[in-house]
């Protein structure tokens, strides 16, 4: 960006990409920065996984969740337990649940990311989540999920919780 003569900032379009399936809109973006990469919940189709860099190009390298959701795909954000291994949780909000995928895909395909697990959860509709892996104190020493209910109302996870979920699902 730049400010003009008038002191107004200008903006400079540097990029445009992504499909978008037109079924409902784009609800939710997050940007695995370790790994390079943003993915998009494209709501009631599935989610989208690019380049974050533009130099890299605008090809699709994912397309995944699409059948995995009751119907629509909201909040999404990446658990990370280390600079290339974690998890892609995506919100499954008529179904009251979240997904959980393998951020870094499988040993093969670092771009195939399968459902691990379906876990419920208590937030109602969720449109937005976010994850920490920072321990935060006693109470969430891996770190927490924060989840936004209908009403404006949060709801706040244990990771070790959901992570035992997760364990479990892969037994």
Known sequence: ?????AGKVELQLVRKFGAYSGKKEIEAIAVDQELGYVYYSDEGAGVRKYYADPARGNQE?????????????EGIAIYKQDATTGYIVVSNQQDNSILIYPREGTSDHPHEHQLIATIPVA????????????GLDSRFPKG?????????????????????????AQQ
């Open 144 to 168: 927490m999920l924060v989840m936004m209910s209908n009403g404006k109302v949060f709801h706040y996870y244990d990771w070790n919780i959901i992570q035992d979920h997760i364990d479990k």
């Open 123 to 134: 937030a109602i509709e969720c449109d937005g989540l976010e994850i920490t892996a920072q």
């Open 1 to 5: 960006y730049q400010t003009n003569a």
């Open 61 to 73: 390298l994912a397309f995944f969740a699409q059948t995995d959701a009751k119907r629509d795909h």
